[in-house]
């Protein structure tokens, strides 16, 4: 059994595109897109589009991410205040952008599960046990570790930290997949996990892969993703530029002041920018 295992496109519609060219070549029985395909990015509708064409072509299933899940809290609450507003345009940007297939949304499952014989099961969700927003790191004592996956799977899939991973504990193996559009390992070629059965064990690669990051970079300035989401898009565009995680950062040193009032939130990230050179 072949199966193949992608996540965090973040509307990265390039690097999706050398992603799937890889995927079909390989021809895999299986392939799961492990959440996060939208926002962050550019182009969510096209890349929601796209793999809304190969889920029904060709059977390709989906697990729901925090963004999935964020969108889809967007519409359904407004913003608490203006500061608010502020600091979630990008994600209203990306709501507006696929509003007209927010459909295709419908029914994502937050896990999926499967087997084959010897080999065991597998067990895909993008964050963990604890939900789609805590992600597996190597940091993780064993005893984290142990509460975040699940206690059948022979093999834990994950995703969320845009790091890959392989890990094991107890004869069991975790797997994270990184990101196809926006790693944050240093490396800022896109990654896809391809499993096979063999042997009765599941064995696994990550794929890096390059992809034409100068139209992703025209994507970001020309679709006003940058320019209309909010100072907060400036901070995921050099995110994506650098393949280095900056929210985190930024949230330490500017989110507390901002929330209070005591500091603006364009400055914020002016100054937090500054620092970065």
């Given at each position: 059994m072949k199966v193949a295992i992608f996540s965090d496109v973040q509307a990265n519609l390039p690097a999706m595109e050398v992603a799937i060219e890889r995927i079909l070549a390989w021809h895999p029985d299986l392939v799961i897109m492990d959440g996060d395909l939208l926002n962050r990015g550019p182009n969510s509708l096209a890349c929601?589009?796209?793999?809304?064409?190969?889920?029904?072509?060709?059977?390709?299933?989906?697990?729901?991410?925090?963004?999935?899940?964020?969108?889809?809290?967007?519409r359904e609450q407004p913003p608490r205040s203006a500061l608010d507003a502020e600091m979630r345009r990008f994600a209203d940007w990306t709501l507006e952008q696929v509003r007209p297939r927010l459909d295709a949304l419908h029914g994502w499952p937050d896990h999926l599960c499967f087997d084959h014989g010897r080999a065991g099961w597998v067990h895909v969700t993008h964050g963990s046990m604890l939900g789609n927003r805590h992600g597996i790191t190597a940091r993780l004592s064993d005893a984290e570790l142990r509460e975040a996956m699940a206690p059948e799977a022979a093999l834990f899939v994950t995703a969320h930290t845009h790091r890959p991973l392989s890990r094991w504990i107890d004869g069991r193996a975790v797997l994270n997949v990184g990101s196809v559009g926006s790693p944050f390992d240093g490396d800022p070629r896109g990654s896809l996990a391809l499993l096979q059965a063999r042997g009765g064990r599941w064995r696994w690669t990550i794929e890096r892969f390059d992809y034409d990051r100068e139209r992703a970079r025209r994507d970001f300035l020309d679709s006003g993703f940058i320019e209309d989401g909010g100072p907060l898009a400036r901070i995921l565009y050099e995110e994506w530029s650098r393949a280095r995680s900056l929210m985190p950062r930024w949230r330490r040193e500017f989110e507390a002041p901002v929330l209070a009032g005591d500091c603006d939130l364009a400055q914020s990230v002016e100054r937090f920018l500054q620092d970065l050179d």
């Open positions: 929601l589009e796209r793999f809304d064409a190969l889920r029904r072509a060709h059977g390709w299933l989906p697990v729901q991410g925090n963004h999935e899940t964020w969108i889809q809290r967007c």
